[in-house]
């Protein structure tokens, strides 16, 4: 019972960065990204390529943080002495990525609240730092995991860790905008780019996983308590699968030109 509830967690804290890597990604390159756009002699202002941008990403946000959120609940039912270690020994790493998941969610909430080039400027330049943020916090976080925790989680180590994140999250978002903006011609050439991406976004968190699940296995909650949690859980799961497939299957890139730019306005 340990043993599925540890590939539980994998799949889920895989899937997060598989999926929620190339969001953070588009976050980070928004302005590079969007400068690349006006420069490639794509018709419409900087401004117009960032919205571009940001509404190829908006309707996967909320699905693909839904995993994060899962994984959270089956690290604190099915290894509760687990959670309060790496909470406690994580601290301000931790304080560092909800602060940045605050502020990247912000930044897609109100950058469409109001008209003006100065308030969405703002606002973008608060999503790009959050998901800066995001990606550097979670590189520190899993270092400091594979390290067994150290008191300065923010050293070289650590940073190291972060910046190796960033770049895998960058190179899965740039890969996410050139399959969600391109045609249906072109689909199948960026999909498979897409996904060698998201392989590649979700190895920092795989193989730490895999070289610490001994340790993992320990601190597994009690038979009993899994039982519970089984009955309470897996009823959810094919709904959660379905939701994801759904979204993928109803914002690919298969939509009519220009769509991109149209869904949700409030993002």
Known sequence: MEIIWLAILAVLLVGYFALE?????????????????????????????????????????????????????????????????????????????????????????????????????????????????????????????????????????GLLGGAVVAAVFAFHGRAFTEWRLSGPAEARRTGRRLRLSAAVAALPVAVPLAALSPVLLEHAASPATLNVLNLIVLPVVPIMVAAQVWVWRTFGPARPAGAAAAVPSFF
Not at 77 to 95: D, K, N, Q, R, W
Not at 131 to 137: E, F, M
Request: proline fraction near 5%.
């Open 21 to 157: 890597g190339f969001d953070i990604g588009v976050g980070m390159l928004l302005p590079v990204l969007g400068r690349a756009r006006e420069r490639a002699g794509e018709p419409g202002t900087r401004a117009r390529h960032r919205d571009r941008l940001v509404a190829a990403m908006a309707p996967f946000v909320l699905a693909n943080e839904i995993w994060l959120i899962a994984a959270a609940g089956t690290l604190f039912g099915a290894f509760p002495s687990l959670e309060g270690t790496v909470v406690h020994g994580l601290y301000p790493v931790v304080v560092t990525l909800l602060v940045s998941w605050i502020l990247r969610d912000a930044g897609l909430w109100f950058r469409r609240r109001l008209d003006g080039a100065a308030w969405r400027g703002f606002w973008d330049a608060v999503l790009c730092a959050g998901s800066w943020g995001l990606a550097l916090s979670w590189g520190v976080a899993l270092a400091s995991v594979a390290r067994g925790l150290p008191d300065g989680p923010f050293d070289l180590a």
